[in-house]
């Protein structure tokens, strides 16, 4: 039951309301006793059809009621003729279509229509497309309705461009209508699929979500917003170089568009002033309303923003299934492997193999768990992994997605890997034209930033478009952009606190790749990866960092170290001041022989269990965390993990 | 211009503590009004109706109020021949009805009050050469019947008899949006509620790697209004139950921390009647047993009433309790 309103009544009206609801009662319950005998009679007639009209008419949802009436149809159409039938069914029609006034979300009601529609000699599907577009018109967001319209365009073949158009209209009259523009989300790759990744929109069209926002900021104005549609559907179809134009043209119209909001309520200003006093009182009321509807005319819209927003962090396309790493490490022996997509080794195997002979062992994923994930680790049960010479490994899912390292002679482990480049790990490359396009488009941005500054919708573009560019250099910018979004949004402050996680990750990944890549092997391996001090409330895309020896998480807002399974090599991880209570996903870490989580809100010896499945963890440093005033906390600790040589910096 | 945020307010005299004793009252009294016109209005329902109270008594730690015998008797009663169970006596059987009546067995530990290998029949049969469930023979295709046949044969620990579980997957997965939701049908817009069935059904099938958990997440927080409470879709009114569902999947993504729970707490609480005991779907409107459930399933699973209310699993909206006695554990990401 939704939306009933509980009203106060006298005695006298409810003693109305008792008596008329014990009338309806008796009727739907004779009425319901009489369609459930004919139809044990087999009586399937005018009558039962009657009845359950009747019935239905008050209630819709019964669902078995739709069931007697389809029986019904079934039954007469094996002795009436097509055109008979045709004509029952079009009643039918009729009959739901009064039952959808009543409710117009019943769902047994819908599917008695496609039902009818499925069995009727000659459906009329015009008029069926008619009847969405005037149901649409009652309620634009009828997600019934709108089902029931893509129905009957897959059954009636109506262009894709014809519905496209639809939802243009349907945006001219509301722009925040989400469903129009979820509908475009599936219509534009139909128009305008890619041809490389099938199914996906086309990436330039993609791109064109971009404009969506300031579009919409702009869009106070139906003409306006008539105009730009068109004149961006229009570039769609035209030349790259004409596409770029048109997409750029639509932030600046945004702008003069805004201005000229600003123009228009300080000319009424002006009017008021001139006029009678009580004119120009009601002028003054006039004003702080005026005002608080420009600097807040983003918020109503913001669902369609966010649907603008969502084509934006869509852009980065899935990769194709292949091994991205292998390592493999006789002192341990053990292989570890990167798929590109998450897979299950448990499920689905892949075979090891060592010049050419398969090594029996298991498989495991990172976090021990029977789930799919991207890493797997494979622990030899021979000692085939450790012989004497020169060997190739070679790890292989299908026969398409199989990797191979290879151990030198003497060697105890070996790496095969994508190489990663640093700029395009989390971006997109982006061609002169495109980059020419995007910071126009962030100037654009900008400019409405500076009319709305705390404008979350704003900020969010700016830094999506900041992250397109240069995410390194803007990076100062973009946390600008956050601590700004932080303070208006207290709803969602730790969805954005963990985007901003994210980001910050990303950028500290590209720079550690950056500085890598000028080195040595050996120097890499004893560098830091530094993370401290960034304010990270969750951790994010560490399978890049695989290979990485040293790490220091401290000072940051961690609540448990997620993802740190990931971490295949890490030995020596800091993680100092935060307010760890979870550290589960340590468990089973090989390489692990260091470990620092001083001043953290590890209070009982269960969490730290896990760590029992470190076999090389020497030395743990826990100082600052209340666990440590636990009555035997040394000895129990020692109990717990005995491979430990060292506690709180103190030998054991 | 655009639609205006779509909200309630909240009265500074709205409810701030849970009427638990009025709660119970509310659905003993519920099912003891068998000929009250809003009972035989909602006998298309009932077994629904039946779980959802029943479900609520067991996280209030009330179930021995209800009239277990009768319930039983009446559920295994609405079962039919080709094994699923209809919603009450004459009632044509469904997937809907029968997950519930499968619910209220398994928190009753009575599923060996039926011939369980019946209901795995229907249920299996009932999936078509795309992967898709329909809800019964008529043919209706919906992703919450997707996940009323899997959460249905988890529980009779049977889900290795879908016969093409590869496929159901698929299926579901081919309904994912560009925000990351999912919608009734491929093509259908996302909506909350089916959100909660897709990602439940991904959960039950341990398939939850093919949600895109930041993409969604951030698309289920935005549905939390200033108010409080939480909507279904954008530009929609908050309600009780549409804070379960986006609440239920947050918590099956672990994301439930994007939300202000002490806000959704307080929109809750203000959504009881003080009155009768029960909750509505906003402050003000009728009470139900169906948002009855999801209220009190809510704030369980915020965790701040945890003296009062039993910890609910997120995917199957019963106590974990039983989900542990019968040794089914759902996915969590």
Same mark, same amino acid.
């Given at each position: 039951m939704h939306g009933r309103l509980k009203v106060k009544t006298t005695e006298e009206q409810q003693e109305a309301k008792r008596k008329e609801r014990e009338k309806k009662l008796k009727l739907y319950t004779a009425g319901t006793q009489k369609v459930f005998e004919k139809r044990k009679k087999n009586e399937f007639d005018g009558e039962i059809l009657e009845v359950c009209a009747q019935l239905l008419s008050a209630n819709?949802?019964?669902y078995t009621l739709w069931n007697v009436r389809k029986e019904t149809f079934q039954v007469l159409a094996e002795t009436k003729t097509p055109d008979e039938m045709q004509e029952l069914y079009d009643k039918e029609l009729g009959f739901i279509e009064n039952c959808l006034r009543v409710n117009p979300k019943s769902y047994g009601a819908w599917y008695h229509r496609c039902w009818v529609l499925d069995h009727?000699?000659?459906?009329d599907w015009k008029q069926e497309l008619k009847l969405c577009t005037l149901y649409l018109e009652y309620d634009e967001r009828n997600f019934h309705c709108w089902d029931y319209r893509r129905f009957v365009v897959a059954k009636s073949d109506v262009a894709p461009s014809d519905e496209l158009e639809f939802t243009s209209n349907k945006i001219s009259t509301n722009f925040s209508n989400y469903s129009s523009w979820h509908y475009r989300s599936k219509l534009l790759p139909v128009l305008h699929p890619d041809q490389e990744k099938k199914g996906r929109l086309k990436e330039d069209i993609l791109i064109q979500g971009i404009v969506l926002v300031p579009r919409l900021v702009s869009a106070c104005f139906k003409w306006l917003l008539k105009t730009m549609i068109d004149q961006i559907d229009a570039c769609i179809v035209r030349k790259k170089d004409i596409l770029i134009q048109g997409i750029v043209l639509v932030p600046r119209l945004v702008c003069a568009c805004s201005k000229w909001l600003l123009k228009t309520m300080i000319d009424q200003i002006d009017t008021c002033i001139v006029r009678k006093k009580d004119i120009l009182i009601q002028g003054i009321v006039l004003v702080p309303h005026l005002v608080s509807v420009c600097t807040k005319f983003c918020t109503p819209i913001a669902s369609s923003l966010m649907a603008a927003t969502f084509f934006i962090c869509a852009l980065p396309g899935e990769k194709p299934l292949g091994i991205q790493a292998v390592y493999a490490n006789s002192a341990l022996n053990q292989v570890m492997v990167i798929f590109s997509q998450s897979v299950n080794l448990l499920q689905q195997p892949a075979e090891v193999s060592i010049s050419g002979s398969v090594m029996d062992g298991t498989w495991r994923n990172s976090r021990g768990s029977q789930y799919h994930s991207i890493m797997w680790i494979y622990t030899v049960s021979s000692d085939a992994l450790r012989q004497e010479g020169e060997r190739t490994l070679q790890v292989k899912l299908r026969e398409d997605v199989c990797r191979s390292c290879h151990l030198d002679e003497g060697a105890t482990e070996c790496w095969s890997k994508d190489k990663q480049d640093a700029s395009s790990l989390f971006t997109a490359e982006l061609s002169d034209e495109k980059t020419e396009f995007l910071t126009t488009e962030l100037e654009s941005c900008q400019q409405l930033r500076e009319l709305e500054p705390d404008n979350k919708w704003c900020l969010l573009t700016v830094i999506l478009l900041m992250r397109a560019l240069d995410p390194l250099k803007l990076e100062a910018e973009m946390l600008g952009c956050f601590t700004t979004i932080l303070s208006q949004d207290t709803y969602r402050a730790n969805y954005f606190k963990d985007l901003r996680s994210k980001f910050i990750m990303e950028n500290a990944i590209m720079r550690y790749l950056q500085e890598s890549s000028k080195v040595t092997e050996s120097q890499v391996k004893q560098a830091t990866f530094d993370a401290s001090g960034?304010?990270?409330?969750t951790l994010h895309h560490l399978h890049h960092l695989s290979s990485v020896h040293c790490m220091d998480l401290s000072n940051?807002?961690?609540?448990a170290l997620n993802?740190?399974?990931?971490?295949?090599?890490?030995s020596d991880l800091k993680a100092d001041s935060?307010?760890?209570?979870?550290?589960?996903?340590?468990?089973?870490?090989?390489?692990?022989?260091t470990l620092s989580l001083e001043?953290?809100?590890?209070?009982?010896?269960s969490q730290l269990?896990?760590?029992?499945?470190?076999?090389?963890?020497r030395r743990l440093d826990l100082s600052g965390?209340?666990?440590?005033?636990?009555?035997l906390f040394g000895s129990k600790v020692r109990e717990l993990l005995?491979?430990?040589?060292?506690l709180n910096k103190e030998l054991l | 211009m655009g639609t205006p945020i779509k909200d309630v307010t909240l009265k500074?005299?709205? %409810?701030?503590?849970?009427f638990f004793y009025k709660h119970v009252t509310y659905i003993t009294s519920y099912s003891s009004k068998k000929d009250d016109y809003e009972y035989v209005m909602t006998e298309y329902l009932r077994m629904s109706g039946m779980y959802w109270g029943i479900a609520a008594m067991d996280l209030l730690g009330q179930?021995?109020?209800?009239?277990k015998q009768k319930i039983i008797e009446f559920t295994v009663s609405c079962q039919h021949e080709c094994g699923g169970f209809g919603a009450s006596i004459g009632h044509d059987p469904h997937l809907l009805y029968t997950l519930s009546a499968i619910q209220i067995l398994a928190i009753y530990d009575?599923?060996?009050?039926?011939d369980v290998d019946k209901v795995v029949e229907y249920v299996t049969g009932?999936?078509?050469?795309?992967?898709s469930f329909v809800g019964d023979k008529w043919g209706e295709v919906d992703t919450r019947f997707s996940f009323c046949a899997v959460a249905t044969l988890s529980l009779l620990k049977?889900?290795?008899?879908? %016969?093409?579980i590869e496929k159901a997957v698929q299926y579901v997965v081919s309904c994912m949006n560009f925000d990351g939701g999912f919608g009734v049908r491929p093509g259908s817009e996302s909506h909350s509620g089916q959100i909660y069935c897709c990602v439940g059904f991904l959960s039950v099938t341990n398939?939850?790697?093919?949600?895109?958990a930041d993409l969604l997440g951030w698309w289920l927080c935005e549905r939390q209004l200033p108010s409080g409470g939480l909507n279904g879709r954008p530009e929609k009114l908050p309600d009780v139950c549409y804070s379960w569902w986006v609440l239920a999947s947050l918590k099956i993504i672990n994301r439930?921390?994007?939300?202000d729970s002490k806000k959704l707490t307080a929109f809750i609480l203000a959504c009881?009647?003080?009155?009768?005991g029960g909750f509505a779907d906003r402050p003000g409107d009728m009470v139900d047993p169906f948002h009855t459930l999801f209220g009190i399933a809510g704030l369980s699973l915020l965790g701040n009433h945890s003296d009062s209310i039993k910890p609910v699993n997120p995917?199957?909206?019963?106590?974990e309790n039983i989900l542990t006695r019968i040794g089914v554990a759902p996915q969590i990401l």
């Open positions: 819709p949802d019964v009727t000699p000659k459906p960034k304010e990270l409330t940051n807002d961690l609540l993802d740190v399974d990931l971490l295949f090599c890490v935060n307010k760890l209570q979870d550290i589960s996903h340590l468990s089973g870490l090989p390489c692990l022989e001043n953290n809100n590890i209070s009982s010896l269990e896990p760590l029992a499945a470190c076999p090389n963890l965390n209340s666990v440590c005033d636990l009555d005995p491979q430990l040589t060292s | 500074p005299t709205a %409810p701030k503590e849970v179930l021995n109020r209800m009239n009575a599923l060996d009050s039926i009932l999936q078509q050469e795309d992967g049977r889900l290795d008899a879908v %016969p093409d398939n939850l790697h093919y949600v895109n439930l921390h994007w939300i009881q009647d003080d009155e009768t995917v199957f909206c019963m106590p």
